[in-house]
């Protein structure tokens, strides 16, 4: 980590970078422990990805990964990777490695192989911690710690985490030197829908009155906001937070209250991006991005945790890492995020 007469700056690369949610979480998690950061590098093959990117941290990405070479990568403290999940999801037909999505994993060992950062964090779907019997899983660890790697994963939910959305992901975090890592514990209050859902929405986000009518025949209305989720065989489930979004769904997978579809903002606000972050794609795309997106309150806490026991503080917590403080440290971030839904807008810049 490069130490500069103001504040330590983490220096980090940013792959598969999708619209920024990584990224957002790393800036977050460094803010909280009085220290900078710095992204080097971001790669993204998604070109509405980019718009959305390049419109909200000012920084170009480079596209195909595969075509980058590991040497022109600046030297960097942390990889930030969330790689393409559709070879272990449960939307897709789980192929893993045989798919050619799936030998991405090895464009990120690539890298780490020459670059050497102190830690990695990855990300993807839970699907992959069962897949081919935990083969795959295996094969990705072994590989990493073949690199000399101290790794370790878990599957964390959103839902722990103060987000209105069950979204299970699996995190897979590495270093080279042991260190006092421990994983978050969660447990964070779940912000209620009514401060994510936004009010006066336009008629176009309304679903058919025949599909409104479907719904309401199986389920009364509620009195407390709630999404209304649609599985594969057609059975209507209602909770009072989000099943987990899902970039190709269909349209009417999740409908608030029964009856209307969430608009990009909710979208956005359900996986944890602040209301300053800027929706510069179209609906279609920006529910891709979202539903391709990670919880970012999630992200955060694993990355708190990482940078503490790296010793990336600036004396804002010690290096015996009481889970309190992280815990603590998700509040303060959930705090913020809580005003959305109001009118005043969070005056953190995030880009």
């Not at 990805?49 to 960097?76: M, R, V, W």
């Not at 964390?156 to 260190?179: H, M, S, T």
């Not at 603590?328 to 995030?350: S, T, W």
Request: glycine fraction near 8%.
């Amino acid at each position: 980590m490069i130490q500069d007469a103001r504040k330590p700056v983490i220096r980090f690369i940013d792959l598969f970078c999708g619209i920024g949610g990584f990224r957002i979480a790393a800036e977050q998690a460094a803010r909280l422990l009085g220290v900078r950061s710095e992204c080097l590098l971001s790669s993204d093959i998604d070109e509405p990805c980019q718009i959305a990117y390049e419109a909200n941290f000012k920084h170009k990405t480079l596209g195909d990964i595969t075509k980058i070479s590991a040497d022109s990568i600046p030297d960097h403290d942390l990889l930030l990777a969330g790689f393409p999940c559709q070879p272990f999801s449960i939307i897709g037909q789980r192929k893993g490695f045989e798919d050619t999505r799936g030998t991405l994993f090895f464009e990120i060992a690539r890298i780490l192989e020459v670059k050497r950062p102190s830690a990695f964090v990855l990300e993807n779907v839970k699907m992959l911690k069962g897949h081919n019997g935990g083969k795959t899983l295996n094969r990705i660890m072994e590989a990493l710690r073949a690199l000399g790697y101290i790794c370790d994963y878990r599957v964390l939910n959103a839902l722990d985490f103060g987000l209105p959305q069950k979204r299970e992901r699996i995190f897979i975090v590495g270093y080279k030197k042991p260190c006092p890592f421990v994983w978050p514990y969660g447990k964070v209050k779940m912000t209620p829908l009514s401060r994510i859902l936004e009010q006066n929405v336009p008629k176009e986000y309304f679903a058919s009155e025949y599909i409104r009518n479907n719904r309401l025949a199986r389920h009364a209305p509620t009195e407390m906001p709630t999404i209304w989720h649609e599985n594969k065989a057609g059975n209507i489930s209602v909770y009072p937070y989000s099943c987990a979004m899902r970039a190709g769904a269909s349209y009417n997978y999740l409908l608030v209250n029964g009856e209307r579809r969430l608009t990009p903002r909710e979208m956005l606000r359900l996986q944890g991006f602040p209301d300053s972050y800027k929706i510069v794609c179209n609906y279609s795309q920006t529910r891709k991005q979202a539903g391709n997106s990670l919880p970012v309150p999630v992200a955060q806490s694993v990355l708190f945790q990482l940078f503490a026991a790296q010793g990336w503080h600036n004396g804002v917590y010690d290096d015996s890492l009481k889970q309190e403080e992280s815990v603590h440290g998700q509040m303060i971030l959930l705090e913020r995020r809580a005003k959305y839904g109001r009118k005043k807008k969070p005056k953190v810049a995030y880009c």
